[in-house]
């Protein structure tokens, strides 16, 4: 048995990113630890969902330990650092949120979990945070440098596989201009993809080590993700996406493995197995 702990940003990365991953080692009877640098005071709650005078910060950590229920985790941390929202917004300025944490204290406050785990493996995010959420970006920082303190053996790198990603927009978009009635629903997915092909979100498949088949805990990633109500709507796409959809979305979680470099051996597929 190995201890592993999954580092995230905000409520609701951890179901989105990782649950799967970690629904499977659970089973495998890992011990799974959860830890959140910020409660997501950040974010954007679904009109009408919070009471009167309910701050979203608690809410969130409230959603937070259902989704960890769900998931199976043993211990559920929060750093305590506040939300520092999105990217050239004003609150980037906050001087007690994550992105304007010191890198050294926050790494020895998150450390000081690993130590008392002693942990075997860890993840954190690219160096982009996936997306270039200032969060994020901190979460591959402090996570990297608590993983040095702490001496832990394997730090995986979770992000999106951006070639399998763009490679399916392009399927769809094939597919819609051959059927569609609409050219406007075409030429706005095209510039979806246009967008993202020209932003950094992810990273090519090429420099990814680990494809984790979740296929088989999808019910239960999805009944995570919906445990954080008061982030996605009885509209969301999430919830109207059908479920072959959603299982082909979700289905698989991608990993780098910051010691090894995989050329051209297939992905491996378990983040515990003895290289
Ligand atoms: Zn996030």
């Given at each position: 048995m190995a201890t592993a702990v999954f580092f995230h940003a905000h409520p609701d990365d951890e179901a989105i990113a990782t649950s799967g991953t970690m629904m499977l080692a659970k089973a495998a009877g890992h011990r799974v630890v959860l830890v959140l640098a910020t409660a997501g005071e950040q974010g954007e709650p679904v009109?009408?969902?919070?009471?009167?005078?309910?701050?979203l910060g608690d809410r969130r950590r409230a959603e937070t330990q259902r989704s960890a229920d769900i998931i199976g985790v043993d211990r559920l941390e929060f750093l305590g650092y506040e939300d520092s929202g999105?990217?050239?917004?004003?609150?980037?300025?906050?001087?007690?949120c994550f992105w304007q944490a010191d890198v050294e204290e926050a790494a020895n406050r998150f450390a000081e979990i690993l130590r008392s785990e002693s942990a075997d493996v860890l993840t954190v995010y690219d160096s982009n945070g996936g997306y270039g959420h200032p969060d994020h970006i901190q979460v591959h920082r402090v996570g990297i440098r608590a993983a040095e303190m702490a001496g832990v053996a394997k730090v995986f790198e979770s992000t999106m596989n951006r070639t399998s990603i763009l490679d399916n927009m392009e399927a769809v978009l094939e597919a819609l201009a051959a059927t569609a009635d609409s050219e406007e629903a075409v030429a706005e997915l095209q510039e979806r993809r246009n967008e993202m092909e020209a932003g950094t979100f992810g990273m090519d498949q090429a420099d990814l080590t680990h494809e984790i088949d979740v296929s088989s805990m999808i019910e239960a990633k999805r009944e995570a993700m919906l445990a954080h109500q008061s982030q996605i709507g009885e509209d969301s796409f999430f919830l109207t996406m059908a479920p072959e959809v959603f299982a082909q979305t979700f289905g698989s979680e991608w990993f780098r493995d910051r010691s090894w470099v995989r050329g051209d051996q297939p992905f491996r597929t378990d983040l515990f197995a003895e290289s």
């Open positions: 009109e009408g969902v919070l009471d009167e005078g309910e701050l999105m990217i050239d917004t004003e609150t980037n300025a906050n001087p007690t």
